[in-house]
């Protein structure tokens, strides 16, 4: 069973509220700048998240990372004397509950930044109305290149782009005598990701795409889609996938005896993917921005402390999701104390371009720049061996 703690969830609308986006954010000679989200008091931020659906390890893990950075910082007194109320509304991974999210948080909460937004196609069913309402979109929880490109004032990402990872992908199994490429990835936005990325690296290297699968997000039977695969003799197969249907995949690769190479992105990396007992994921490749950590490891003291704060708060040991999440929620936090008491998303958005030279306690460096807000650049190549991951190279790119 997942575990999340909520904070609560139910609120009034701000006495600040007035319009959204920053050009109606209010200023004269005699007033302090009304603030969408911004009180004497307190700053808001929401998220849409997947707590119950097909990526709700993501979402789960990712909150409870945030939260403890959050409640740290409410304990210590606040930013700037405000304390952090964050909003969490769970979409299930389902695009009509994503809306209705983004609508109360943006239109109801009066939101000043949302944070950790899981799923490509959730965001991008309301990107557009949350940056024409001045809402920044801060390291939503997808590769999606939409999320970074084309840039925009308001987005920034800290994590790998699903396209960048295939696509290094790719090019290293290429040049490792891979010949016969494969699909099998999510009939969605970020399935087609996968597949283009596939498709323009192939045409670099000169090869072609051997055979494509695709299938619903909630699909549980992948037979078909193996002995498609199998019989196009298919040697390595990059996946467009989450971690349920992931593992069902492996799982049917290997009671069929398919013996390609998977190779997958942040999406589809995952301890839970690793944990199979059937040995399903051993040899399983991901390209990813950070790894799986294990207790065993000689991790660093700042590391350890977290781990077991983690473990004392929510039972069990923390993923990459919760790595994610709380560096996340130590970005803003870094952001909105240099952004100063007279906070603005103006001045939000120029501290956070103002992060140049930023390392996490997990070693991941991460920066930003007035011209670039996608604070990671280069891959990480991980693979299963005995339920473990392992990396194998680093600063990987195509």
């Not at 109360?104 to 949302?114: E, H, T, V, W």
């Amino acid at each position: 069973m997942f575990k999340v703690v909520l904070l609560s969830t139910i609120l009034t609308l701000a006495a600040c509220g007035g319009d959204s986006g920053p050009a109606s954010e209010a200023k004269n000679e005699q007033e302090a700048p009304i603030v969408t989200g911004v009180t004497d008091t307190e700053i808001v931020l929401g998220t849409h998240s997947d707590l119950s659906g097909g990526a709700s390890i993501w979402g789960v893990g990712s909150i409870n990372g945030a939260r403890m950075r959050f409640d740290d910082v409410n304990a210590a007194g606040g930013i700037h004397g405000r304390q952090i109320r964050h909003v969490v509304e769970d979409t299930r991974y389902e695009v009509p509950r994503a809306i209705q999210a983004a609508n109360k948080l943006i239109n109801r909460d009066k939101i000043f930044a949302m944070v950790l937004a899981v799923g490509t196609p959730t965001n991008n069913a309301v990107l557009t109305q949350q940056l024409a309402a001045g809402v920044p979109n801060m390291f939503p929880l997808t590769g999606a290149r939409a999320m970074g490109e084309p840039h925009h004032d308001l987005k920034f990402t800290q994590r790998g782009i699903y396209y960048d990872e295939i696509r290094a992908g790719v090019k290293y199994f290429a040049e490792r005598g891979k010949e016969k490429a494969c699909v099998i990835a999510h009939d969605s936005d970020y399935g087609q990701e996968i597949l283009e990325a596939v498709q323009d690296q192939l045409a670099v290297v000169g090869q072609e795409l051997v055979a494509v699968s695709a299938h619903k997000p909630t699909e549980t039977e992948f037979t078909a889609s193996i002995i498609k695969l199998r019989n196009a003799e298919c040697d390595v197969v990059y996946l467009g996938t989450v971690h349920r249907d992931t593992i069902l995949v492996l799982e049917t690769a290997r009671k069929m005896n398919f013996d390609a190479t998977f190779v997958g992105q942040n999406a589809a990396y995952g301890q839970v993917v690793a944990d199979q007992e059937s040995g399903a994921a051993e040899g399983y490749h991901c390209f990813v921005h950070m790894v799986k950590l294990y207790k065993d490891d000689d991790l660093p003291e700042a590391v350890v402390k977290w781990w077991a704060d983690y473990e004392d708060r929510f039972g069990e040991e923390p993923g990459l999701p919760a790595m994610e999440g709380y560096r996340a929620a130590d970005l803003i936090v870094l952001a909105l104390e240099k952004s100063g008491p007279n906070l603005t998303r103006e001045a939000f958005i120029e501290a956070m371009e103002g992060i140049t030279d930023y390392t996490d306690i997990f070693g991941y460096k991460v920066a930003f720049g007035p011209d670039d807000h996608n604070g990671v650049n280069e891959s990480i190549l991980s693979v299963v061996e005995n339920g473990r991951w392992k990396t194998l190279a680093t600063t990987i790119s195509y």
